[in-house]
């Protein structure tokens, strides 16, 4: 065999040795991990969430909450269905992220579902190899539902009043009141243009909704 057939031989074998790799590493990340969220308030954001897949949250009564905080959420327009996990301030001074990317957050500091305020929900849009829960956010239209289930299995229902990217640097808008109704609702992942030296993207996208009675 002429010298550069060995070169072209050992170069395809390296690189279905690779591929090989990344199947894997994506396969244990998809596949391990936390199933269902962890007891305790997520107070430190990760770069690498675990992004195993979880067991159907309408399936499973292994996660409980109390009765008046969110345990799911429900997107019907864009077929979602989350664990709600509480998150509050991490290591940045910022709303922790979930600690999975198929889970969404409620800040502990804002609002609960169907109290006079604002309660705000943050979740992924994606992870390193999968999908985040909010990867189809920017779908979603005025009138579409959100529907939160407390921890005594009642439903709170949403209709959604506005979907909006804004500077990730305006937190009035991200954290007051569009309305003045007695519970509204916000919605909030990343979106835009990743910026290296913040580690986050330069965007969000606000979904507004409002409690229906």
Not at 27 to 55: C, D, F, L, Q, Y
């Amino acid at each position: 065999m002429r010298p550069y057939h060995y070169i072209l031989t050992a170069t395809a074998a390296g690189l279905l040795v690779f591929a090989a790799f990344l199947t894997w590493q994506r396969w244990t990340v998809s596949t391990t991990g936390e199933t269902i969220p962890p007891a305790a308030v997520v107070t430190v954001s990760t770069e690498t969430p675990s992004e195993a897949k979880p067991p159907a949250p309408d399936q499973d009564s292994t996660y409980t909450v109390p009765d008046d905080h969110p345990r799911t959420m429900s997107i019907p327009a864009i077929s979602s269905l989350s664990y709600v996990q509480p998150v509050g301030i991490d290591q940045h001074n910022a709303i922790a992220v979930p600690s999975n990317i198929h889970f969404t957050g409620r800040y502990n500091g804002s609002a609960l579902p169907s109290t006079p305020g604002l309660s705000i929900i943050v979740g992924h849009v994606d992870g390193h190899y999968n999908d985040g829960v909010f990867h189809d956010l920017y779908k979603l239209k005025n009138g579409n539902d959100i529907i939160i289930e407390k921890g005594n299995r009642q439903k709170v229902s949403y209709k959604i009043t506005a979907v909006t990217r804004i500077n990730a640097d305006d937190t009035t808008s991200l954290f007051n009141k569009k309305g003045q109704s007695e519970s509204e609702l916000h919605l909030i992942t990343c979106i835009g243009t990743y910026v290296p030296s913040k580690r986050s993207f330069d965007q969000r996208l606000l979904v507004v909704a409002k409690q229906v009675k």
